[in-house]
């Protein structure tokens, strides 16, 4: 049983398009993450959802919309897609508060052609 | 990871033990995490360590930290070839677990 699950693992698609990404967690976990990790391995948060509420959200271009139907759930729409979206997306969960950390998916290999 | 430092790359021979280091900025931190990522993969948790500690050991993990002067580092025993990857410091902030990763210390091990 995989903790954190996301789909595609792999996502090739031209410039101008619209894609999602789909996160889905069996941890029981109440705050879902998305974070974005470039071609030299940097990793950034991009959205956080605690139990279905946006409770961080960075600088990140209004063209990426994340939606939690519920808190086992997070997705990542990203509209008129461009060739720097091209990363590596991952979706990790966690506990509220708590020393336990992220749990991390194994990620979403994003290629904007 | 503007805020999280680590050096890049790191060489050891197999069964000797590897030190990564890392420091970080902010004081109020009260976690910091050792993530390891193999190719192809996502981020694995290795071990944290509470602020108000500054050791940590599990197995073959020893965790230091240095809260005056922000430094932290991973050793890792009796280094393997299966340890060959990228290890990710990370701090936490703020109650949501709002975690800043440093740029990643490329681990490789050669016979």
């Known amino acids: 049983d995989t903790a954190v699950s996301q789909t595609p693992k792999y996502l090739v698609t031209q410039m101008g398009n619209d894609k999602s990404i789909k996160c889905e967690q069996n941890?029981?976990?109440?705050?879902m993450y998305w974070y974005k990790q470039d071609s030299k391995k940097f990793l950034k948060i991009m959205f956080s959802?605690?139990?279905?509420?946006?409770?961080i959200n960075e600088t990140v271009p209004n063209r990426f919309s994340p939606k939690s139907p519920d808190k086992a759930h997070l997705n990542l729409h990203i509209n008129s897609l461009e060739l720097g979206d091209s990363a590596v997306y991952f979706c990790?969960?966690?506990?509220?508060?708590?020393?336990?950390?992220?749990?991390f998916g194994s990620g979403t290999q994003l290629s904007v052609l | 990871g503007e805020d999280v430092e680590q050096s890049l790359f790191l060489s050891v021979r197999e069964g000797d033990s590897s030190v990564i280091n890392c420091t970080y900025t902010?004081?109020?931190?009260?976690?910091l995490y050792w993530y390891k990522q193999e190719p192809g993969a996502g981020l694995q948790l290795l071990t944290y360590?509470?602020?108000?500690?500054d050791m940590k050991q599990d197995q073959r993990l020893t965790v230091l930290l240095n809260k005056k002067d922000k430094h932290l580092s991973l050793r890792i025993a009796d280094t393997q070839t299966g340890d060959s990857a990228i290890y990710f410091c990370?701090?936490?902030?703020?109650?949501?677990?709002?975690?800043?990763f440093g740029a990643g210390t490329r681990l490789a091990v050669h016979p």
């Open positions: 990790a969960s966690s506990q509220k508060t708590g020393g336990v950390g992220l749990f």
């Open positions: 941890l029981g976990h109440d705050t």
């Open positions: 959802y605690n139990n279905k509420e946006l409770i």
């Open positions: 902010d004081s109020s931190s009260t976690y």
């Open positions: 360590i509470f602020s108000n500690m």
């Open positions: 990370a701090e936490a902030r703020g109650g949501y677990n709002k975690l800043i």
